[in-house]
């Protein structure tokens, strides 16, 4: 949003007002990232709040949401039957939770947390191997 407001703002699309439009605009971006910047500072504080621990089991319970989907919905199926954007979704969730689980180990030892994410990594790298193999099932249906 912050570069979508710069780039608003430059002073070379002057000549290319148009009746407004870039005012109307920069004020909707600015409303806008005012807004996510709020909504940060409340995702920060409570991670403040939390405790390292509970953070732990957080992370580790939302990474085996997505692997029980996974199990539902993607072990042992059809691969032309299945949601590839589904999948896909599910294998950038789990790359959200590596990321939130590589800060927590900077910031403390826990084996937990360890175990955690070495099983999302591998998830991760059978999820996208299984991503390709749907994509190349259902792309031979269409041949």
């Not at 996510?36 to 409570?46: A, K, S």
């Not at 059809?78 to 590589?102: F, H, I, S, V, Y």
């Not at 059978?126 to 249906?141: D, F, N, R, T, V």
């Amino acid at each position: 949003m912050e570069e979508i407001r710069d780039e608003l703002s430059d002073p070379a699309f002057d000549a290319l007002e148009d009746g407004g439009a870039r005012a109307t605009n920069l004020q909707l971006v600015a409303e806008n990232l005012n807004s996510l910047r709020r909504e940060l500072g409340m995702i920060e504080l409570e991670h403040q709040a939390s405790s390292l621990s509970e953070r732990i089991a957080s992370l580790g319970a939302a990474a085996n949401t997505i692997i029980q989907e996974y199990n539902l919905y993607y072990a042992g199926q059809e691969r032309t039957t299945r949601d590839l954007p589904r999948l896909g979704l599910m294998c950038d969730q789990l790359a959200e939770l590596a990321l939130q689980m590589g800060e927590v180990s900077s910031l403390v030892n826990s084996q937990a947390n360890a175990r955690n994410l070495e099983i999302v990594q591998g998830c991760i790298s059978l999820y996208e191997q299984e991503y390709q193999q749907i994509a190349a099932a259902k792309a031979g249906l269409t041949q």
